[in-house]
């Protein structure tokens, strides 16, 4: 326990605590903090409207999935897999978006990226676009994953963290869902689209990042 339960002295006050998970992430468990007023994002703008997922990267996957699973209440939506190196991915929900984390295989607990959510495509393509015209480094896309079913385009941050674009990511039907496991050596299952750059060593080790020594905080239920 990093915190007792206890009113919150962040940004927007509530309730909640602090812990470490199992490969030593502070998580924050929060309620009742006041949200924000803002306005309507309008069709065309570029301008994230919500948080879609993050996905960490673990050298222990199967111990964080269960950690989560038993004490976060996570159910697993997808897992990709390859024939020569196993099972890579995880998919994880909380609620009916097909997920709201996910757990990668990696060499080390990091973040591997955050993920933000667009208006809709045309929205989601001009946010991409104007990265490019800006200069921003792009690691991968833009194209459409087969897990989650959502857009994706992955760009680098000035602090070299992996972000990504976002849209249209799959809501579950949680009563006749049943996990799927895909071989994403299928280039399909990273790109339906088949637009964007391959995806192979290079690209992957630029989401490995540093060692976690941040604060995760977990999705609302």
Aim: without cysteine; aromatic residues 10%.
């Amino acid at each position: 326990m990093v915190s007792e339960p206890g009113a919150l002295q962040t940004p927007g006050g509530g309730y909640g605590f602090r812990f470490f998970d199992n490969e030593g992430r502070t998580v924050e468990i929060s309620s009742d903090v006041a949200v924000r007023q803002h306005r309507k994002i309008e069709e065309g703008e570029s301008i994230p409207v919500r948080l879609s997922h993050v996905v960490i990267n673990s050298a222990d996957p199967d111990s964080t999935r269960a950690f989560y699973e038993k004490h976060l209440a996570f159910a697993l939506s997808d897992t990709l897999m390859h024939p020569r190196m196993g099972e890579m991915m995880w998919f994880m929900r909380v609620n009916n978006w097909h997920h709201s984390m996910a757990i990668a295989r990696g060499p080390h607990p990091s973040l591997h990226h955050a993920s933000f959510e667009m208006r809709g495509i045309d929205e989601y393509m001009r946010g991409t676009g104007r990265l490019l015209r800006a200069g921003v480094e792009k690691i991968w896309g833009p194209g459409r994953h087969l897990a989650g079913n959502n857009t994706f385009s992955y760009f680098l941050d000035p602090h070299g963290n992996t972000v990504e674009y976002t849209t249209e990511l799959e809501q579950i039907d949680e009563d006749n869902w049943h996990p799927h496991m895909y071989d994403f050596s299928d280039p399909a299952v990273s790109d339906q689209w088949g637009t964007a750059n391959a995806m192979n060593e290079f690209v992957a080790k630029r989401s490995f990042n540093d060692p976690d020594k941040g604060l995760f905080v977990a999705p609302p239920v």
